[in-house]
């Protein structure tokens, strides 16, 4: 199964309201990014947040991390409509450097 | 303008054929990769390469080449091997396979089975 398994698979909210996406993996990590996609697009990268951090913040996202929980939350604030894509994390481990893995990802849908 | 392209944006393959995807990147990135996106769902390392003539397998290579003879290119060719081609592929690279780096992704390329 995937490393990174996000939470929830879907979430619909109103423009200006928060959303908050939840990441969840199983070995230990060198780090953990979360990425954005537009349907049928690449991949745009986010925020990077290292083992050792467990807060970062980059505009309207702030993200978290608990190593002992082995979890991280991506929390995007004031939504607008152009925030409506798909959100991912990846996470990058100790060991194998190239090795990452990818959740199935978020579908936000930010509603005017 | 720097960055990384794929091509061709779609792809139509019939049954039997090897196809071959493109990338290109002109950010003078060592590490390049290719993931395999199918619907709903997150992104499969099929193979990745830290520098020059070296590349690694990653989880499902298996029906998948690729080769690393110019560092701004990392071509991949889908073979007749590869039972269930039909996906988006998408093709990143990075300043280096060291951990605390971002990736890059292009545009994706959308390939179909026929």
């Known amino acids: 199964s995937q490393q990174g398994e996000e939470d929830p698979q879907a979430l619909s909210i109103q423009e200006g309201e928060n959303a908050t996406m939840n990441c969840s993996y199983k070995t230990s990590i060198n780090n953990l990014q979360w990425y954005r996609q537009n349907s049928g697009r690449g991949l745009v990268h986010l925020i990077l947040?290292?083992?050792?951090?467990r807060e970062k913040h980059s505009g309207r996202l702030r993200v978290t991390l608990d190593t002992s929980k082995k979890s991280s939350s991506l929390l995007i604030t004031a939504s607008r409509a152009a925030d409506t894509a798909s959100y991912f994390c990846a996470t990058f481990f100790n060991t194998n450097a190239g090795k990452s893995t990818f959740g199935d990802g978020t579908t936000l849908t930010v509603k005017p | 303008d720097g960055g990384i392209t794929q091509s061709p944006k779609y792809l139509f393959r019939k049954e039997g054929q090897n196809v071959t995807l493109s990338c290109e990147q002109n950010?003078?990135?060592?590490?390049m990769y290719w993931y395999r996106q199918d619907p709903g769902q997150g992104l499969r390392l099929i193979y990745y390469?830290?520098?020059?003539?070296?590349?690694q397998k990653g989880d499902i290579a298996e029906g998948y080449s690729v080769s690393r003879e110019k560092k701004e290119s990392f071509p991949l060719t889908v073979t007749s091997a590869q039972k269930n081609p039909t996906a988006f592929y998408l093709c990143?690279?990075?300043?280096?396979?060291?951990?605390?780096?971002?990736?890059?992704f292009g545009q994706g390329t959308r390939l179909t089975v026929v």
């Open positions: 950010l003078n990135h060592d590490a």
């Open positions: 947040i290292r083992s050792n951090e």
């Open positions: 390469s830290q520098i020059v003539n070296d590349f």
């Open positions: 990143a690279s990075s300043i280096s396979l060291a951990m605390n780096t971002e990736a890059f």
